[in-house]
């Protein structure tokens, strides 16, 4: 069993820059990609950033240029640097894990970020 801990999140004034972490533990063998969505009430999760084992990222149009993701993988940790925040940034930040002989993706329980204007 994997389990995806979150940490990070918060209220933060618009402009300002919060770090998530989130690090993965348990049974975990060949890690694809790390990375994270997230969800406002009565929308879908977006996908905001992910990172392959190879260091490959992609991000979502709204945050490139603000947000970084990165990954220590002999942590399974990954993180995601959140610089100039706006409001439209609240959302619950969920992490996830996929890995290569595995279906599906584990997820983390979410943690809050609140960007006040």
């Known amino acids: 069993q994997v389990k995806l801990v979150e940490s990070g999140g918060g209220l933060v004034q618009a402009g300002g820059s919060l770090r998530l972490t989130c690090a993965a533990s348990?049974?975990?063998?060949?890690?694809?990609?790390m990375g994270w969505y997230r969800q406002v009430p009565g929308k879908q999760r977006e996908l905001v950033a992910s990172i392959t084992d190879g260091g490959m990222t992609t991000y979502t149009d709204s945050v490139k240029g603000r947000f970084t993701i990165s990954r220590d993988n002999a942590k399974n940790t990954v993180y995601l640097q959140m610089n100039t925040l706006k409001p439209e940034d609240t959302a619950v930040y969920y992490c996830y894990m996929t890995q290569t002989y595995k279906l599906g993706r584990d997820w983390g329980q979410g943690t809050q970020v609140t960007v006040s204007s």
């Open positions: 348990g049974s975990i063998g060949s890690v694809s990609a």
